[in-house]
């Protein structure tokens, strides 16, 4: 990890397979799946992505950076595109971060649910297991019949 | 599907779902590769992955189209090239693409066969070069 000081491409890179699979569905649905890209041409989209992802998260930064916030929201993303002539990107990065903030609260709520029974994870286990063996004990009751 | 012709007018996508998802640690990886950015909260690399996928989308079906515009079933880089020069929203990737020879003008027809505008070495099947077809 500590030669990333001069960007060696192989760590800040993305996987190729990945790449590989989303320009195939890309150029299928866009009607077309007889055409491929050359390996050359899809290291030069890699690169493209790359730098695409350097430019968003600076301007992010420089925007988080003058609302004297640390660390870079989503709302500073958004902020980001819309001045570097993407706006038409926004709503559906809206939507993605809607649904992933829904299901983190959903986890954080199975957690807090968790710690608000008050006992510990072992007591719980144990609680648990209780459960288990008279699941256990009432169904070899009806088997045994 | 059939969302119109016009790929980027009605939505980012232009109606293309893409199913594979980029792993977000790496990009968050990348984002953080430069000294300037700080902490990153949990949904950020999500929403840039999301956006990165957009782009994608954008990217290659503009390539896509130079390729068919000139004919080619194969994407070349210089495709790629054409699209970036073709489109204002991807003039910060003008540096990356300079270093890429220049595609022949679109709508030639004829000249048949594919990719010989790249540079010399890197063609692996080189068909032509055995010349197996006597009629060439």
């Known amino acids: 990890m500590s030669d990333r000081e001069f960007g060696g491409a192989d760590d800040l890179s993305l996987p190729k397979a990945t790449v590989q699979k989303i320009i195939q569905e890309i150029l299928a649905a866009d009607g077309d799946a007889s055409v491929a890209f050359s390996k050359e041409s899809r290291d030069l989209l890699i690169e493209c992505c790359v730098e695409f992802v350097t430019l968003?998260?600076?301007e992010a930064n420089e925007i988080a950076e003058k609302e004297a916030k640390k660390t870079i929201a989503c709302e500073h993303v958004t902020a980001a595109l819309q001045t570097l002539g993407y706006p038409d990107y926004v709503p559906e990065i809206d939507k993605v971060a809607r649904e992933h903030k829904q299901q983190q609260a959903s986890r954080e709520k199975k957690q807090t649910k968790m710690e608000k029974s008050g006992l510990t994870e072992e007591q719980l286990i144990a609680?648990?297991?209780e459960l288990f063996n008279q699941a256990n004990d009432k169904f070899a009751h009806v088997a045994a019949d | 599907?059939?969302?119109?012709?016009?790929e980027t007018h009605e939505s980012a996508s232009g109606g293309i779902e893409v199913k594979t998802k980029f792993p977000v640690a790496r990009i968050k990886r990348i984002m953080q590769a430069d000294e300037d950015v700080g902490k990153v909260a949990q949904v950020t690399p999500v929403a840039v992955a999301k956006a990165l996928e957009l782009f994608m989308v954008s990217l290659i079906t503009r390539?896509?189209?130079?390729?068919?515009?000139?004919?080619?079933?194969?994407?070349?880089?210089?495709?790629?090239?054409?699209?970036?020069?073709?489109?204002?929203?991807?003039?910060?990737?003008?540096?990356?693409?300079?270093?890429?020879?220049?595609?022949?003008?679109?709508?030639?027809?004829?000249?048949?066969?594919?990719g010989e505008e790249e540079p010399e070495g890197k063609k692996k099947r080189g068909r032509r070069k055995k010349a197996e077809s006597p009629e060439f």
């Open chain 1, 56 to 58: 968003i998260s600076s």
């Open chain 2, 63 to 114: 390539s896509a189209g130079e390729a068919r515009t000139r004919n080619s079933k194969r994407v070349l880089p210089g495709h790629l090239k054409a699209a970036v020069m073709g489109d204002e929203q991807f003039d910060f990737l003008n540096e990356i693409v300079s270093k890429v020879q220049d595609a022949p003008v679109a709508g030639q027809k004829g000249l048949g066969l594919e």
């Open chain 2, 1 to 6: 599907m059939d969302t119109g012709g016009d």
């Open chain 1, 127 to 129: 609680q648990q297991q």
